[in-house]
Each structure stands twice: as C-alpha cells, then as structure tokens.
C-alpha cells in the first residue's frame, strides 16, 4: 500500500480493477488475474472487497499522513522544523509556497478517488450477492455510504471543486473529460451518504474499527456545521449521544495503544505493528517527531511553541498531548512508539472522537445564542483537563473560547486549518501569526489560499481538469 502511486482519477479506476490493498482486516482483495467483472460473486468476495475499502483509508494519502499534515501545517498548530526534508512537500505546506508538483496533494487526490471508487465497486455489486442475508447488505451499504462521504468531504475541504463520481467506473476512458463538480453539489452528495448511511448502519460496529451510527451522525454533524445549518448539525450530534460514548477520565488515556477503541473513539483508521511484513504500520510517528530524537525522524508536523504555550501548567493534556526534547523541541505525544522498526508505528488514528462532538455542540448552540447550553459542554471539555470552568455571557467571547479549546483538545489530529476556514478566520489568523512568529516573513495569505492546487499529473492525463485559482 505504501509504495502506491497513481497520478489521475481515471488511473486510479484502472488500478482498482486490478490491484488490493491491503486493510486492518489483513485480508488481500483479489489477486491480479481476478479482473472485476468476474470477482466479487459471493459473500465471501464482498467481504474481503468491504476490507479493502477500510483498508486504503491506510494509505499515506489518507490516513497515514495526508490528512493529519493538510488540516494542521498550514495553521498556526504545527510546523516544519526542516522544510527542506521530503524534498520540501511538508515545507511547502508550512510556508505557503504549495505548487502542483507536491507529492502530498498528488498522493491526497489519487489515494482518495481510489478509495471512492472502491466504494462504487461494492455499492453496485452487493444486491446482486446471493449468499448474503439482507441485513448485512443494508449495514455494508451503510459503511459503503460512510466511507464514500467520508473522502469527499476531505476530497471538497482540501480542493474545493472535485469531480463527483458516485457510479462504478468499469471503463477508465468513460471517466476522461468530466470536469470538476462545483462543490456545494459535492456537498449535496455527501449529506446524502451520509443520511444514508446513519439509516443503514447498525447502532454499534460489527468489529472494531468499522462504522456504526455514532460515527455517520458525528460526521454529518460536522458537515452541517461546516455548511453553517446549526439546526441539522445539533439533530445529529444530540443523536451520537445516545450511543453510549463518553470522556475518558485522563487524557493520556485516549491515545494509549494499550487503550485502542475506547468509548471516547467514535471512528479511527486502525494501524498495528509487526503484521504482515510491517505493513500495517503507519509512518507518522517517525515522520512526525522532532530530528534526532528516533531513527529517521524527519520533524514534520510539529506542534508550535505557541499552541503549547497556550496550556496552563495545571492542565492535564499538557503533558498528554506532547512531549518536550532536551533541546526544547516539541512533538506530539498522541501518536508512539510501538515497535523498534520507528516506520511501523501502531498508533491508531481517531478521525472522529466524542471531545470534538461535544465543542461541536457547543459552538452550534453558540451559534443559536444559547450561551447557557453552549457554557455546558464547553465545561465538559475543560472539566477533564482539570482547569477552570467558565460561564461566559457573550456570544462573541463563547465563540472564541470554544475555538481556543478546539485548538488547544484536537491538536495535531488534523482539525485546526479547516475550523479556520470554516469559521472565516484564516487569514486574519495566518497573517497575524506570520507577523509575530519569527520564520515567516513576508508571508502572506489570502482566500485562494484556502485549498491546494490540483495535482500537476491529474491535469497533465486529462485535460478537462482545471487548475485552482492562484496556483500553475
């Protein structure tokens, strides 16, 4: 999985045709000489195709890498501590000079279409599967609609406009040609999925690591919230209540690997080391920690002396949340090291978890000026940090303090640059900070900023794809 590379949408649907890969569930999808017109007649055929659509969310494009460096290095949480590492792909992020040829958005757009249309794949096979009981074709439908809602609302954050393909592409030609689809129809899609599957999936997962309702209603709910539709986003948070989930006691808890899958994990992308050849590993952890401190570590996505700055010493997630080397150089202490092979990390990582549902509740009943609501589960969040509680009653000074603990509680998970963007403060943000963080003169953002171009070798096969504004 870690050595795919796939330049186009259109490359992408061939290479599912006649490559796996692999997932949590160690089980392959088919081998090359079973062309998909021919597999996937039986349950047991669907379910291993089911796994590997679990299984590329695995992929450095996804989950691996990807996501957690494109929702936070570009913000104010993290930075690079040598950007010309990786041949200057992560620097690129953090000093705003992104050009179409980064490795990074070429892997973020391909891994994901590829996960897309592995998800078409099972959505058009699974009626068609006669050895199945119908309530498992209802609840994989579901977990297929998760899924596929899941990438695209990456796909839209990280690009804008993206070319919607909700149909199996049995043809890689078929697909040449089709321009990119204005995101608010993206959107469109993805609540759909997304209601969808919150219909489908059962209440709790069939195995760890696969999606349940929880994970569809606090995924939709961040959806709505993005769309700025306060009353949709709160119907669906109030419902990943009712599921049974809650805040860990301690911190450091949520992200012990001893501690996999608590009730505070709504959805994670599972990763585990020593498993078939290292290949179950993910490399964040050696990426992601300061240089010198593991074999190969490369600094990237550093959490900022300022965000660190921002923790009372009395506050638990301090000493959860990072780690602090002798030379003064901050990490991140949510992801470890699980094996002496440093690349083969068994960190999960949490793409959904009750803390973020609950500052998500928070800033919707802000939103609706219910500050009393909005002080209540913005007091659960510091409660479990162990520092003071508040009872704000202004609805501006509410809204800035439940963006100050969303940033403080979600570092280093990839969230912070898309609650800026979402929240219209990324430029204000970025420029101020540009101009008092030494490293970032003449720095400067604007709006066009707000996504990433379009990989040069998506553009270069297919010439109907058009390039962001702002970028060559």
Request: charged letters at 25%; a negative charge.
């Amino acid at each position: 999985m870690k050595a795919l590379r796939i330049y186009s949408i259109a490359l992408g649907m061939a290479a599912i045709m006649f490559a796996g890969c692999t997932g949590t569930y160690l089980d392959l999808t088919p081998e090359m000489q079973n062309v998909l017109n021919n597999y996937y007649k039986d349950a047991e055929q669907l379910r291993k195709g089911v796994n590997s659509a679990y299984g590329i969310l695995q992929a450095e494009g996804v989950y691996e890498l990807a996501n957690l460096v494109l929702g936070e290095l570009p913000s104010d949480n993290t930075w690079d501590e040598v950007p010309a590492n990786d041949n200057g792909n992560y620097g690129q992020l953090d000093l705003f000079s992104m050009t179409s040829a980064n490795t990074i958005i070429d892997k973020a757009w391909s891994h994901h279409y590829k996960g897309i249309q592995q998800c078409n794949v099972i959505l058009n096979r699974v009626d068609g599967i006669a050895d199945m009981a119908e309530t498992e074709k209802t609840n994989i439908k579901g977990e297929m609609c998760f899924l596929r809602g899941l990438m695209y609302f990456n796909l839209v954050r990280i690009f804008g406009d993206v070319q919607l393909v909700i149909k199996e592409t049995t043809n890689p030609n078929d697909f040449f040609g089709q321009v990119r689809t204005p995101k608010e129809e993206v959107y469109k899609q993805i609540v759909q999925d997304l209601t969808d599957a919150f219909a489908m999936l059962p209440d709790a997962p069939a195995e760890k690591g696969k999606a349940a309702k929880g994970a569809a209603a606090a995924l939709l709910g961040k959806v709505y919230l993005t769309l700025k539709d306060y009353d949709n986003s709160l119907k669906y948070l109030q419902e990943v209540e009712k599921f049974g989930y809650a805040l860990l006691d301690e911190p450091a808890d949520i992200f012990d690997v001893n501690n996999k899958g608590n009730k505070e994990v709504i959805f994670d992308v599972q990763f585990e080391s020593g498993v078939n050849g290292n290949s179950e590993g993910s490399r964040a952890f050696q990426k992601f920690s300061p240089s010198g401190t593991v074999s190969g570590a490369l600094g990237h996505n550093l959490p900022t002396k300022e965000v660190y700055g921002l923790f009372a010493d009395n506050d638990k997630r301090k000493s959860a949340y990072f780690i602090v080397t002798k030379n003064g150089v901050i990490g991140t202490g949510k992801l470890k090291q699980t094996s002496a092979t440093v690349a083969d990390g068994g960190s999960n990582v949490i793409v959904l978890r009750y803390a973020d549902v609950l500052l998500m509740l928070a800033e919707c009943y802000a939103e609706k000026d219910n500050v009393s609501k909005s002080n209540e589960y913005l007091n659960l969040i510091k409660k479990r940090a162990g520092i003071e509680e508040v009872s704000i009653g202004d609805v501006t000074l509410i809204k800035e303090e439940i963006a100050l603990e969303r940033r403080k509680e979600l570092v280093n998970e990839g969230h912070r640059w898309f609650d800026l963007i979402r929240t219209g403060k990324a430029v204000e943000v970025m420029n101020a900070y540009f101009t008092r963080t030494p490293g970032y003169t003449g720095i400067t953002i604007s709006e066009l900023n707000y996504v990433q171009p379009i990989p040069q070798g998506q553009i270069d096969t297919d010439s109907a794809t058009k390039q962001n504004e702002g970028y060559n």
